[in-house]
């Protein structure tokens, strides 16, 4: 099984609907991590947290909210959508002290 | 001007060559210094950590030059497998645990 899961994988939806995007790990890991990557711009940080109470913004958090229910878990929702938020996303994991990041296969959402 | 720089490529290589890929960084706090790898429509994947003395693992060298901010990676000995996006990551001192990351650079290992 993956150490790093995200649901769903895939998923198109119209301009205005609200869209969660969850991620799973088994890692145990303390820090998760949520990216977009678009071409030509490379992965891009949304939201991140060091730990089940902590929740950080990253560099392009507008339109974007999260919650971290459990350590093993990082959601990101996607409040009311719109197209240019169409893009690839990845949640990442990493253990406390040490800078490697461990990525989920990622979803790829297409807002129409 | 980018954070991370790099050439996006496409490097067209022969199988057997040998190639090379710069990034730059601007923030001379860096402190972590990476490359990853991303195959097409897929997750990056830690390839190897850079290390101010240099570093190598099998075929892959990487080096790092902290007084001109940038960091090499060395393919030696391509194989088709090698054919992927090499993205230069970058943390900065300070920056806990977010990683900056390159557009990266495209490689095609040929026959």
């Known amino acids: 099984d993956a150490d790093v899961t995200q649901t769903p994988r895939n998923r198109i939806t119209k301009t205005g609907k609200r869209i969660m995007l969850e991620c799973s790990q088994t890692?145990?890991?303390?820090?998760m991590y949520w990216y977009r990557q678009d071409p030509g711009l490379g992965l891009r940080l949304i939201y991140y947290?060091?730990?089940?109470?902590?929740?950080n913004k990253g560099e392009i958090s507008d339109g974007y909210s999260v919650s971290r229910q459990a350590q093993a878990k990082f959601s990101l929702s996607l409040e009311s959508a719109i197209p240019n938020q169409t893009a690839l996303y990845f949640c990442?994991?990493?253990?406390?002290?040490?800078?490697?990041?461990?990525f989920g296969p990622g979803t790829r959402l297409t807002v129409l | 001007r980018k954070e991370v720089e790099q050439d996006p490529g496409p490097f067209n290589v022969p199988e057997g060559a040998t190639v090379a890929f710069n990034c730059t960084y601007s923030?001379?706090?860096?402190?972590?210094f990476f490359w990853y790898r991303q195959d097409c429509r897929k997750e990056p994947k830690l390839l190897m950590s850079?290390?101010?003395s240099g570093n190598e693992d099998g075929r892959f060298t990487a080096q790092l030059n902290r007084a001109s901010q940038y960091i090499s990676l060395l393919i030696r000995d391509s194989k088709l497998s090698d054919s992927a996006t090499y993205l230069c990551v970058v943390n900065y001192e300070g920056g806990g645990n977010k990683l900056t990351f390159g557009t990266g650079t495209q490689l095609k290992v040929e026959l």
């Open positions: 850079v290390y101010s």
């Open positions: 890692k145990g890991h303390d820090r």
């Open positions: 923030n001379s706090a860096s402190q972590s």
């Open positions: 947290s060091f730990d089940v109470k902590d929740i």
């Open positions: 990442a994991t990493s253990p406390s002290g040490t800078d490697t990041q461990y």
